[in-house]
């Protein structure tokens, strides 16, 4: 099988993720089919495809054209029998496991064997939605992030018996649609990103909890600090930038110790490996030779974003 093998595209459950899902497939000229359960959903899905086409018309990033080509491509059914003729699925319904197994091992016994079945859960892991269907090879999740039409960044997980055939051709769908995915290694409940973005959202609720800010000053000091930077570099490429892999090797390891008591669940392994990276120092990926020349790329970009987001220009 190849990504051009994949010529129509299904989407079970059209909600809040669903229809972005589907329309991201329809824009890039996939004629598109939501299921959901029954009508008056399946209107407002459709209503919520409009009203996104029509913000990328007039925010100018598609023109009324492409927008009326695009909602030609959609169809909207609460017959799952009409999925069947989909070459590639993306589950997007109620988080529910014994619900998604059962959507699951539904699609699998209706859609042809080549099919592939990718879900997009927050938190669950593929070996536990896919244990009833037989084509474990063809069962993939894909996890976007809300707006999903809008966010470009997702993340991918095998499930158990996945093939590399499945990823690579899901991948370059993914690619296709205009998403930036990200390859997850390893099965974990919350996969990668989510797992990062709530600990920093566990944090903030937490912090307000306990009484240290409001939630709008945690919200306006995370967009205006490290938000600000968050386009421009993620937790590995700051810890390259800040210089902090030139400090002292005493000093670094203090750092390794004080990150492994704070990380109770950490693995003997994982400890060990820490220790070890810190212990070698360097950076994670920035080339160390063109340190400064990165620098001063992040700063123009900075520099750029803080006249447009803040100052706008100071005479
Ligand atoms: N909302 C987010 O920010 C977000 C982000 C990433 C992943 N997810 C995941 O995406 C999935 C959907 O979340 P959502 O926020 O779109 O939920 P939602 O409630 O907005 O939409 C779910 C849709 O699925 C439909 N549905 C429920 N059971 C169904 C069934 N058995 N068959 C067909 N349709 C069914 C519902 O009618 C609804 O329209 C969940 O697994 C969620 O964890 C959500």
Not at 68 to 81: G, H, I, L, N
Not at 259 to 270: D, H, N, R, V
Request: proline share 4%; aromatic share 8%; net charge neutral.
């Amino acid at each position: 099988m190849r990504l051009s093998d994949i010529k129509k595209v299904g989407v079970a459950g059209g909600g809040t993720m669903g229809f972005g899902i589907a329309l991201n497939f329809a824009l890039w000229g996939y004629p598109t089919t939501i299921y959901d359960l029954n009508d008056q959903i399946l209107e407002k899905s459709a209503q919520r495809v409009k009203k996104a086409l029509d913000i990328f018309v007039t925010e100018g990033l598609i023109s009324r054209k492409r927008a009326e080509e695009t909602f030609k491509r959609f169809s909207f059914t609460s017959d799952m029998a009409k999925l069947a003729d989909s070459d590639f699925i993306t589950e997007c319904i109620v988080e529910r496991l014994s619900d998604k197994q059962e959507l699951f091992n539904k699609l699998d016994k209706m859609c042809p064997p080549q099919t592939i079945i990718a879900s997009n859960t927050s938190a669950l892991l593929m070996s536990d939605i896919g244990k009833g269907v037989k084509r474990k090879d063809k069962i993939i999740l894909t996890h976007y992030f809300d707006p999903p039409h809008i966010v470009p960044g997702l993340e991918m997980v095998k499930g158990p018996g996945t093939t590399d055939e499945t990823f690579d051709i899901t991948y370059d769908l993914m690619k296709k649609v205009r998403k930036v995915p990200v390859k997850v290694l390893k099965e974990i409940p919350s996969h990668l990103l989510n797992t990062i973005q709530r600990a920093m959202r566990y944090a903030a609720i937490r912090l307000w909890a306990e009484g240290v800010a409001s939630a709008e000053d945690i919200d306006l000091g995370i967009r205006a600090s490290f938000g600000f930077r968050s386009p421009h570099e993620g937790a590995m490429m700051h810890a390259d930038l800040n210089g902090s892999w030139k400090w002292p090797k005493d000093v670094s390891a203090a750092r390794a110790e004080e990150m492994i008591s704070s990380m109770p669940e950490l693995s003997g392994e994982a400890k060990e490996k820490l220790r070890k990276r810190y212990a070698e120092g360097g950076t994670w990926f920035v080339d160390p030779d063109r340190f400064e020349e990165a620098v001063e790329v992040r700063d123009r970009e900075y520099a750029r974003r803080l006249k447009e987001l803040y100052w706008g220009r100071v005479d």
